[in-house]
């Protein structure tokens, strides 16, 4: 059975780089069916879409967080990791990774999340 | 940015009864070239993750109790449970990925009369 996992520090410093990594088993993150993504959901809020990666590299990130966000791939351990730049108390949230299908070229549903990891701003 | 809006934001239900949540949709997500409508619904319980009910607009994911349903198409949307159960208490989320960025509705929190 696939399972997501998230890692990371549950605290971050406002200006400092938040840091997480998703751990993929039961599955291959190089499976062309597939692209793998992040959503936050900040406390009492809604869910938004962060960015997704292919097993490629290639990358689609919202335009609210380009220029801070980062997502990358280590195929080698089955891993995709995000980078948010210069965070704030706004940037608090729980942190989902996902599994988001691919077909046509095109994006289709989210099928498989994580746990989720919370992840809080504050000095 | 397609926008998503969902109402009611809440809504209590009695056992056994109807609950109708409704998505709406800033601009058509209905691909003509495979007459598809790029829309999912998620149910979202406290301390999970979210999970996939209805993708698709109308298909069930697998595993997923027939007392859900999903219809519409273009810009409208309903999530139907037919009868709700304890269960069933949750948020729930309609999503569109019909283009980046992907986006998802402000969620209607469900719950027991």
């Known amino acids: 059975q696939l399972q997501l996992q998230e890692s990371g520090p549950g605290l971050v410093k406002p200006s400092e780089t938040l840091s997480l990594t998703c751990t993929v088993s039961g599955g291959s993150i190089s499976s062309s069916s597939h692209y793998w993504g992040w959503i936050r959901q900040p406390p009492g809020k809604g869910l938004e879409w962060i960015g997704n990666i292919f097993s490629s590299g290639s990358t689609y990130y919202v335009p609210s967080l380009k220029g801070r966000v980062t997502i990358s791939v280590d195929t080698s351990k089955n891993q995709f990791s995000l980078n948010l730049s210069s965070v704030t108390a706004a940037d608090t949230a729980m942190y989902y990774c996902a599994r988001q299908l691919r077909g046509g070229g095109t994006y289709y549903y989210f099928d498989w999340w994580g746990q989720g990891t919370l992840v809080t701003v504050s000095s | 940015d397609i926008v998503m809006t969902q109402s009611p934001d809440s809504l209590a239900v009695s056992l056994g009864e109807r609950a109708t949540i409704t998505c709406k949709s800033s601009q058509s997500v209905l691909y003509s070239s495979n007459n598809k409508n790029y829309l999912a619904w998620y149910q979202h319980k406290p301390g999970q993750p979210p999970k996939l009910l209805i993708y698709?607009?109308?298909t069930r994911e697998s595993g997923v109790p027939d007392r859900f349903s999903g219809s519409g198409s273009g810009t409208d949307f309903t999530l139907t449970i037919s009868s709700l159960q304890a269960e069933d208490v949750a948020v729930y989320y309609c999503q569109q990925y019909y283009s980046t960025p992907f986006t998802f509705g402000p969620g209607t929190k469900v719950d027991i009369k």
């Open positions: 698709w607009a109308s």
